[in-house]
């Protein structure tokens, strides 16, 4: 399994970008979907996870009513809206999927993708 993140870029504090994780190898319509966050210095940080079926999500406190996490089991894709974005969002973003349900421990995941950077200017 490959996961392919993309969507990230160099954005002012207010606007907003769509992160997208491709997945290809096998179909994770059965796995659970997240996003997590690192940014220099820091752990990783769980932002938000979707199972399976797309009708249930988990998000983070920190970016609730911010971003949605959403999925497209068609198209074998995972999505982060990212709206109001700040410059604490800041980070190198990684989707990643695991066989079961929510977890915000990042070794309890199976596969990761390479990430996408966010960076978030003042």
């Given at each position: 399994?490959?996961?392919?993140?993309s969507g990230?870029?160099?954005?002012?504090?207010?606007?907003?970008?769509?992160?997208?994780?491709?997945?290809?190898?096998?179909?994770?319509?059965?796995?659970?979907?997240?996003?997590?966050?690192?940014?220099?210095?820091?752990?990783?940080?769980f932002?938000?996870?979707?199972?399976?079926?797309?009708?249930?999500?988990?998000?983070?406190?920190?970016?609730?009513?911010?971003?949605?996490?959403?999925?497209?089991?068609?198209?074998?894709?995972?999505?982060?809206?990212?709206?109001r974005?700040?410059?604490?969002d800041?980070?190198f973003?990684?989707?990643?999927?695991?066989?079961g349900?929510?977890?915000?421990?990042p070794?309890?995941?199976?596969?990761?993708?390479?990430?996408?950077?966010?960076?978030?200017?003042?």
């Amino acid at each position: 399994v490959q996961l392919q993140a993309s969507g990230g870029g160099l954005v002012q504090a207010g606007d907003s970008l769509r992160l997208s994780c491709a997945a290809s190898g096998r179909s994770l319509s059965d796995y659970t979907m997240a996003w997590f966050r690192q940014a220099p210095g820091q752990e990783r940080e769980f932002v938000a996870a979707v199972m399976g079926s797309g009708l249930t999500t988990s998000t983070a406190n920190s970016v609730k009513g911010r971003f949605t996490i959403s999925r497209d089991n068609a198209k074998n894709t995972v999505f982060l809206q990212m709206n109001r974005l700040k410059p604490e969002d800041t980070a190198f973003y990684h989707c990643a999927a695991r066989r079961g349900g929510f977890s915000e421990r990042p070794p309890r995941y199976d596969y990761w993708g390479q990430g996408t950077q966010v960076t978030v200017s003042s």
